[in-house]
Nanobody, 122 residues
Framework: QVQLVESGGGLVQAGGSLRLSCAGSGRTFSSYNMGWFRQAPGTEREFVSAISWSGNTYYADSVKGRFTISRDNAKSTVYLQMNSLKPEDTAVYYC????????????????WGEGTQVTVSS
């Protein structure tokens, strides 16, 4: 089991950058595949990016080229660097973990954080 805590959200102007962090607890963090999801008001939670335990990455088309996911297993932390932010990126961003790789939907992840709010003003 792993507990996840997100941080780094905030208010930023369009075109700006933010880096989200997700700190995990537990000695087995390095064995989990990690994902970032987001949910805007009135919408379903959607996949943003994922990174495998070995460092393979995958991105939603909407963020490809703007967002970068990375992980530091020594710190049990996964990051989401968000550049060139747009108002449509506004959402609560969630970190998630699962032993299996290849899931790009919320139901494919077993463990979740509480989320961090990202607001991009135009």
């Amino acid at each position: 089991q792993v507990q996840l805590v997100e941080s780094g959200g905030g208010l930023v102007q369009a075109g700006g950058s933010l880096r989200l962090s997700c700190a995990g607890s537990g000695r087995t963090f390095s064995s989990y595949n990690m994902g970032w999801f987001r949910q805007a008001p009135g919408t379903e939670r959607e996949f943003v990016s994922a990174i495998s335990w070995s460092g393979n990455t995958y991105y939603a088309d909407s963020v490809k080229g703007r967002f970068t996911i990375s992980r530091d297993n020594a710190k049990s932390t996964v990051y989401l660097q968000m550049n060139s932010l747009k108002p449509e990126d506004t959402a609560v961003y969630y970190c998630a973990a699962d032993p299996e790789w290849g899931n790009w939907y919320p139901g494919g992840y077993r463990y979740w954080g509480e989320g961090t709010q990202v607001t991009v003003s135009s």
